[in-house]
């Protein structure tokens, strides 16, 4: 009997330590718990950080993130106003605003990502089927300043005004999805257009499209460019003539000076004293023998000839 007590209050300490650890839960700062009994709710969310208590066995808490959550959308084909088909992909993010009632409708994130799924994605075909492709595309009516939009004449070329613009879209989609996920207990937060592309058969086209207007732009460039080179290459023959042409001038006018100076010269030279001009007319029949014959020249000269003065009067010596 004395041995059986001590087993019997070790016993009972131990079912009494197990019983407040079952029955003892942490709330964590980021955490806001529900509490059920057989799988039905009971009391009040529990949104305050501490250590709380529930019924051991019966009771159980489930956990829920206070913080905000990701919802990334999976790209669906949508046609727009204008009957463009194109794949858009879409994110949000979420919270849960009412864990009581997000429990009770979606049960846990796993569902809640589910419904978002439908509401999200619906809305989000519902906006894009309103509106043509230009509008989804386009935040703003601003004027590009790529080179290719800044030549004349095509500073708005291909671009359509706008009224909404994606930025309006995407507040149009969150406002009628808020509504709805409300009811689930969760808060939208906020919803972006991730990505926007042409389906592949589209695709082609536009590709297509964009090269051929890129090589227009590319070919008016160098049609330009040609033009200008053109122009250069015009007004630099034009100057080279003219710089050909005055400094031929200039130099006639040099060559008239100096001929006009030699025959000054020279005039002056034979109108001096009768020595002067035997040795004016000496110096210059000297220099048309220079010019006239070489080493290897034979040369038949009358002896009455004017030529053959200087050579008689020495050979005569």
Wanted: hydrophobic share 40%.
């Amino acid at each position: 009997m004395n041995r059986t007590k001590p087993i019997i209050i070790a016993a009972t300490i131990v079912i009494i330590i197990a019983v407040v650890v079952s029955s003892a839960y942490i709330v964590q700062e980021t955490e806001q718990v529900i509490i059920t009994q057989f799988g039905k709710p009971v009391g009040e969310p529990i949104v305050e950080p501490g250590i709380n208590f529930k019924i051991p066995m019966i009771q159980q808490a489930n956990f829920f993130e206070k913080r905000f959550l990701e919802w990334d959308g999976s790209p669906n084909q949508v046609p727009t106003r204008d009957k463009r088909f194109i794949w858009v992909d879409t994110y949000a993010r979420w919270r849960i605003k009412d864990p009581l009632l997000f429990f009770q409708r979606v049960r846990d994130e796993r569902g809640a990502q589910s419904r978002l799924d439908d509401i999200l994605d619906g809305e989000t075909r519902n906006a894009i089927a309103k509106h043509n492709l230009v509008e989804v595309i386009r935040s703003t009516n601003r004027t590009p300043e790529t080179s290719e939009f800044l030549l004349a004449g095509e500073v708005t070329a291909g671009l359509d005004k706008i009224k909404f613009g994606r930025e309006k879209i995407t507040r149009e989609i969150i406002e009628a999805a808020a509504n709805r996920t409300l009811e689930l207990g969760i808060e939208l937060l906020d919803l972006r257009l991730k990505r926007i592309n042409y389906v592949e058969e589209v695709q082609k086209k536009i590709f297509e499209r964009m090269i051929t207007e890129r090589k227009r732009i590319a070919d008016k460039f160098r049609s330009e460019g040609q033009g200008e080179a053109s122009k250069i290459l015009g007004d630099k023959e034009r100057e080279l003539k003219k710089i050909q042409s005055e400094a031929y001038k200039t130099a006639q006018e040099i060559v008239g000076k100096a001929d006009a100076e030699a025959t000054t010269i020279y005039a002056g030279a034979y109108n001096q004293s009768q020595d002067s001009r035997e040795f004016y007319s000496f110096l210059k029949t000297m220099e048309t023998y220079k010019t006239t014959m070489s080493e290897k020249d034979w040369m038949v000269l009358s002896t009455k000839g004017d030529f053959f003065k200087y050579l008689q009067k020495q050979s005569g010596k």
